[in-house]
């Protein structure tokens, strides 16, 4: 359905069933899109697939939705994995905005030395993470991790997936790889002390790699490098 109002819903979708719509989403369709009922609507919960479904039923309280039929069958969506250090509130949910739009799998939040911002509000984080998945007609939302230390993060991740560490000012290899069942590491915005560097170039599965000679906002990084991995082959014609 191009153009259509996707929603995330967190209940159950099959045919027949009848959807209930929170006081937000019923305010999102009635007062800001100017729906009515017996208009159409896209929804999907990541689990079931994507429906499109008739609004049955507007209120100030909620609403309700009757499932028309099945759009898409529940696909897994595989994305990069992107481990980023904690920044500030507004850069942090640009990055969760722009990373899920460009397919991110799961967004791994750490605690860097040179990290300003305190923990981030996850509940937030994940609201902002709906809309971009509604946005970009995701089947699934990104799996937002508790923020750890860089050290437990290393120590947890997966030895067969590598880890592409964004560096700056380094004759590190340009970030380039048609796979996606990777990770990206983006720094605070003060750069990585030498003993995180050095804890990096301790995991086997680390690759440095650069972004080019600018020096980038953290949250520009991540979206750039984001970029490049997702970005499907280019026409060797232009
Ligand atoms: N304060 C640091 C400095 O002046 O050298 C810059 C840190 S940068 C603002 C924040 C993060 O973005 C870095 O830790 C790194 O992960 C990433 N980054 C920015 N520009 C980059 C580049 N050209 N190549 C690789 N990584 C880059």
């Not at 937000?24 to 479904?53: P, T």
């Not at 799996?143 to 120590?155: E, F, Q, R, S, Y």
């Not at 880890?163 to 380039?176: G, K, N, Q, V, Y």
Request: charged residues 25%; proline residues 8%.
């Amino acid at each position: 359905m191009r153009g259509s109002i996707r929603l995330f819903l967190d209940g159950p979708l099959a045919s027949g069933e009848a959807p209930l719509l929170d006081p937000a989403q019923a305010h999102y369709l009635g007062v800001v899109m100017r729906r009515r009922a017996g208009d159409e609507v896209v929804v999907f919960n990541g689990r079931d697939g994507e429906f499109l479904a008739q609004i049955t039923m507007l209120s100030g309280k909620g609403g309700r939705l009757a499932l028309a039929r099945l759009l898409r069958p529940q696909e897994a969506e595989p994305g990069p994995w992107l481990a980023f250090a904690l920044i500030k509130r507004a850069a942090c949910e640009i990055l969760v905005q722009k990373a899920t739009e460009l397919g991110v799998e799961r967004l791994l939040p750490f605690r860097a030395e040179r990290s300003v911002a305190a923990l981030p509000n996850l509940e937030r984080l994940a609201a902002i993470a709906t809309e971009a998945a509604e946005q970009a007609e995701r089947l699934t939302r990104p799996k937002i991790a508790t923020p750890v230390g860089l050290a437990d993060l290393l120590a947890a991740w997966p030895a067969g997936r590598p880890l592409f560490a964004a560096i700056e000012r380094r004759t590190a290899p340009s970030l380039r790889s048609r796979n996606i069942q990777i990770g990206l590491l983006v720094g605070p915005e003060g750069g990585f002390t030498d003993r995180e560097l050095d804890l990096l170039a301790l995991s086997p599965f680390v690759r440095p790699v650069s972004l080019g000679p600018r020096i980038l906002r953290a949250e520009t990084a991540a979206i750039a490098g984001l970029a490049l991995l997702t970005a499907p082959p280019g026409d060797a014609t232009i």
